[in-house]
């Protein structure tokens, strides 16, 4: 328990918060010895309900009793009353009074009558709380009876309830058609007592969070006036809930009609069957711009602007540098340098190079490439307009459709803004209305949002430009297909490297540097690497800010390529089947380890340092041969692994060099030198995976 207050639960809650004084240095705890509630039923199908509890305070102090009622399923709580050790209490918020909020006739469905004691400060005592109140409407006429159920105890509270005796009476002249029943008992064991006039029932025992319910039926008429305001609400909500379904369904139905009729406005662009062969790009156009044809119109997208930077290195305006790593375990970083003074030949090329170096005119300026990557993500506005106006010189791009297509796309937006604007007036009236009208905005939403797909269905591009653009997505699936399966292409690495730019601006540049790091292809003249590794092109087309236009594009491309095989270091000189650790490598289908665990035990003197003992389970499961097929789980393929194809790890508490092996020797080659074949201690074998010897 929290020093300073206990947790105020939900729902029927009677609960009690420490007092306001100096904090608590001993234990502090509560519980209630008896919680004994009394159930009138009234003929007007109200209830009133009297309800004794004594607490028990070990510790101290404690200040306030707080009480809880839920309105749900009822009329409304009203007389409410409350008393402590016989004293009744006048309402108000000083000491040795009571506060009340929530009462009253007809209140609103999910409203709760709070009921809050202040005390003075009660320590190692125990003090006997009395609340009495009415609910009005708890009876509900059925067609065989009038039924009515009331939930006796809190459903939440945080402590634990000695005793309960719960009483139900009812008027002298009415029999209830059956015993009395109990429902919605949990953690408690309530016990009826049978043939008990009045009804009775006792529990004992009750943990926390412990509650149920007492059920009763009557003659229909005999308790119940009429139809609660509560349930008759209910009804009519339901009742009208289908005019709203009929009301929602026209309304979306007219704005989407609405949305249609619009889009036939326009003549459709012709019907062209995508080409499949286009093996060689099918224009000298700028990649930033064939991007945008295959794109349908797309000029904005950030792998454009990549694009772009990759044709001005081709072009010789600009170059990438790797910089050399501060350490072997830093990723590698890049820069864009400045090559040339002179402007290029297109708006949109200026753009990305004034963006990239923000008015550094100066020759062999440099601009890391992360930082690049968001200064041309702030000028994407200014690089799609650019790309736009170089469309339309070219005449492939038709104004009408454009028109047409910002106009269906900004009342699109404008509806989606609407009907989500609609949802807090509508929200107010959920309480008398129900959930119902919600279907209204939902609607407007709903058929806004396919309004906005039609929208970007209208292509802005001509007639000569949707023939071009299908030529571009043919040179795409060619290249794609080249990049994944290595066939269907004449092309050689050295032209697929010249291809970088456009490959970027179709979505498949991280493809293409993945297919030519793995066939071994020289980098190209624009990219200068550090290091040895054939990887720099991959890194440069998926670590940038800007990669996030082209399917397969991005991190897993990356980590695929990196986790393929392992490093160099760690593969021995007898030859690249053999790694250094001596397991024999894995086939293509298996998951390989990270980088990082690979390079932790690849030298000698991490290795003489670390000791045998302190190897990684990854590591020992790795050379143990653990395989695992795609869809079963680590686990799951240890339990079912085939024999081990390596001699054994030694367990941490068992191993020690055998006779064989000498300490100079294994300093010397630095093997691992497998130890004797013990049991390991049963403490150790906590999980269902096999241990390791």
Known sequence: MKPGCLAQTIGLLLCVELGAAAPAVEAKSYRAERFDVHVAVERDGSVLVTETVEFRFDGGPFGRVFREIPTAGTDGIVEVTASIDGRALSRGDGPDQVEVSGDGAGVAAGRRVRIRWRLPELSDTAVETQVRYRVLGVSVPRADADHLRWTVLPREHDYRIASCVVTVTWPEDVRPLGPLALGGVRHARPVVVPDAVPGRVEA???????????????????????????????????????????ASAALAAGIIGLFVLLRMRAPGPPRVAVAHAVTAPPGSRP?????????????????????????????????????????????????????????PAHEHERVVLDGVFEGQAALNARVPLARAGKALTSHLGEFGRAVREELRRERLVDDERLALRRLLTRVAVAGVIVGAIAFAPVGLLLPRTGPAPMLIPGAIVLASLVGLAIGRSVTPLSDRGVLEAARWRGFDRSLRAAAKAGAGSTATPGQLTEWVGYATALGAGAVLAKYLKDRGAPLPAWLRSVSSDDGALLHVMTTSHLVGGGRRCGRRVERRALTRRLPASCRSRAGPQQSRHGASRLPSWHPRPPAFVARRFSTVPQ????????????????????????????DAALRHAPPRVVPPLPSRRAWRPPRECSAARCASCACWCPGPRRRPRREVRRSPRPSSW
Request: hydrophobic content about 40%; aromatic content about 8%; charged content about 25%.
């Open 204 to 246: 004992r025992d009750i943990r926390k969070d412990g509650h149920f319910a007492v059920q009763l039926r009557f003659p229909s008429g005999s308790i119940t006036a009429g139809t609660p305001a509560w349930l008759a609400r209910g009804q009519e909500q339901r009742a009208a809930a289908v005019a709203y379904v009929l």
């Open 287 to 343: 990649p930033a711009l064939a991007g945008a044809l295959r794109n349908n119109g797309s000029w904005g997208a950030p792998h454009l602007a990549l694009a772009t930077l990759v044709d001005l290195a081709q072009q010789g305006h600009v170059e990438i540098e790797e910089v050399a790593a501060g350490s072997r375990w830093s990723a590698p970083t890049f820069e864009v340098v400045r090559r040339s003074r002179q402007a």
């Open 607 to 634: 290795r003489q340092r670390l000791g045998p003992h302190t190897i990684s389970s990854f590591e020992r499961r790795f050379r143990e041969g653990a395989r695992t097929r795609p869809g079963r789980s680590r």
